[in-house]
């Protein structure tokens, strides 16, 4: 199974988006899982609901910062992970048309609501929601960029 797979599965498992993205990485991100998974639990739905920037890219960016990043502050390395941020979004963007949760809902015909108060995942929500895809897509680019920066080996 892919990682992209992966992600699409814990999705589909009742995982969030960003939660899902981490958990496909869970291998090579360098810390426990239920570390993971409390640091992804706040920024599903956008960031706790608010619908702002897509979960899915929150946990792309996110396993960036743990396989790729550097513990330094200087400036050097910042702008080298901004780049590495940027260049990840642009592919996001580009294959999904927005990196905005309530964007990419609505373009869905989907109403979003902002209630701090989670769905039940039924087969209704799973059905009509496009975030198993994007959770597929995140992980995908990321895995792609990994690999050709050559922190991950050639699948």
């Known amino acids: 199974m892919s990682r992209g797979e ?9 995982y969030n988006c960003a939660q899902s993205v981490l958990l496909a ?28 920037t ?45 990196i905005i949760c309530g964007e990419l809902l609505t373009g869905k015909g989907i109403q979003t609501d902002t209630a701090p108060s989670a769905e039940e995942r039924t087969a209704t929500y799973y059905k009509k929601r496009p975030c198993p895809e994007l959770c597929l897509v995140a992980a995908q680019i990321l895995e792609t960029y990994l690999i050709e920066q050559g922190f991950l080996p050639q699948a």
């Not at 963007?93 to 927005?98: D, K, M, Q």
């Open 6 to 14: 992966r992600a699409k599965e814990n999705f589909l498992n009742g």
């Open 54 to 98: 897509c979960g899915a890219v929150s946990g792309m960016v996110m396993i960036l910062g743990l396989v790729t990043g550097s513990p330094d502050a200087d400036r050097e390395s910042k702008n080298k992970e901004y780049a590495a941020v940027q260049e990840l979004v642009r592919r996001f963007r580009a294959e999904c048309g927005s």
């Open 25 to 52: 990485f869970e291998d090579v991100a360098g810390v426990p899982r239920d570390t993971l998974l409390k640091l992804g639990q706040p920024f599903g739905a956008g960031m706790g609901r608010l619908r702002l």
